[in-house]
């Protein structure tokens, strides 16, 4: 069971991208979904989060207003549209599936249990 992440791209500032997280061998859609991002020399941070539902999603500040996580369960996958983009947004974006968990652990990323390959999201300034 795999999880495909693909959409990254070169984008200026200001602009938007939208990345897509796809399964395969098999169904995520009782998981609860993830992204996840990764700079050049930091620590790989929680981005956003929606509810298996499809309903409830929950955003780290930097995002809050810009980035709109949504999926189509119909379809197993999980969509990041990123909007207004900053050159701080530049990282590898991977997408994880996990269960529901304590509102405190939705960020953490010992709460996914599997992870797609990432995908490069370059905003110029």
């Known amino acids: 069971v795999q999880l495909q992440a693909s959409g990254g791209g070169l984008v200026q500032a200001g602009g938007s991208l939208r990345v897509s997280c796809t399964a395969s061998?098999?169904?995520?859609?009782?998981?609860?979904k993830g992204w996840f991002r990764q700079a050049p020399g930091k620590e790989r941070e929680f981005v956003a989060r929606?509810?298996?539902?499809?309903?409830?999603?929950y955003y780290t500040d930097s995002v809050k207003g810009r980035f709109t996580i949504s999926r189509d369960n119909a379809k197993d996958t999980v969509y990041l549209q990123m909007d207004s983009l900053k050159p701080d947004d530049t990282a590898v974006y991977y997408c994880?599936?996990?269960?529901?968990?304590?509102?405190?652990?939705?960020?953490?990323?010992?709460?996914?249990?599997?992870w797609g390959q990432g995908t490069l999201v370059t905003v110029s300034s």
């Open positions: 994880a599936a996990g269960g529901e968990v304590a509102p405190f652990e939705r960020s953490r990323a010992e709460s996914y249990y599997y």
């Open positions: 929606v509810a298996s539902g499809g309903v409830l999603t």
């Open positions: 061998g098999g169904t995520f859609s009782g998981y609860a």
